[in-house]
Nanobody, 125 residues
Framework: QLQLVESGGGLVQPGGSLRLSCAAS????????IGWFRQAPEKEREGVSC????????YYADSVKGRFTISRDNAKNTVYLQMNSLKPEDTAVYYC??????????????????WGKGTLVTVSS
């Protein structure tokens, strides 16, 4: 059974930084890309970023390009999302997810096969 466990959310001031972690277990490395969706109140869940397990290619939503960096440590089966220059509009529940990279690019959350429980990121002064 695939499990994804997030950590690292919290409250940060605008312009600050946070690092999210997603620890994966129960599946064969290389089967899926792993990344993040986020959902703000009264908004659709959107794909933020993902990283392929094979060639480490990455995807970023336009809204986070240049501010967020995704990386993975295959030895620890952990994916990280470094979030810098945070803005109030980044406030959301961030969900770790595993699936085809195209699903992240299309924000096709309904067809993502594996999810974490989510971690709240609040950007506020």
């Amino acid at each position: 059974q695939l499990q994804l466990v997030e950590s690292g959310g919290g409250l940060v001031q605008p312009g600050g930084s946070l690092r999210l972690s997603c620890a994966a277990s129960g599946f064969t490395s290389g089967a899926y890309a792993i990344g993040w969706f986020r959902q703000a109140p009264e908004k659709e869940r959107e794909g933020v970023s993902c990283i392929s397990s094979s060639d480490r290619s990455t995807y970023y939503a336009d809204s986070v390009k240049g501010r967020f960096t995704i990386s993975r440590d295959n030895a620890k089966n952990t994916v990280y999302l470094q979030m810098n220059s945070l803005k109030p509009e980044d406030t959301a529940v961030y969900y770790c997810a595993a699936g085809n990279p195209l699903l992240f690019k299309l924000s096709a959350s309904r067809t993502i096969p594996y999810w974490g429980k989510g971690t709240l990121v609040t950007v506020s002064s």
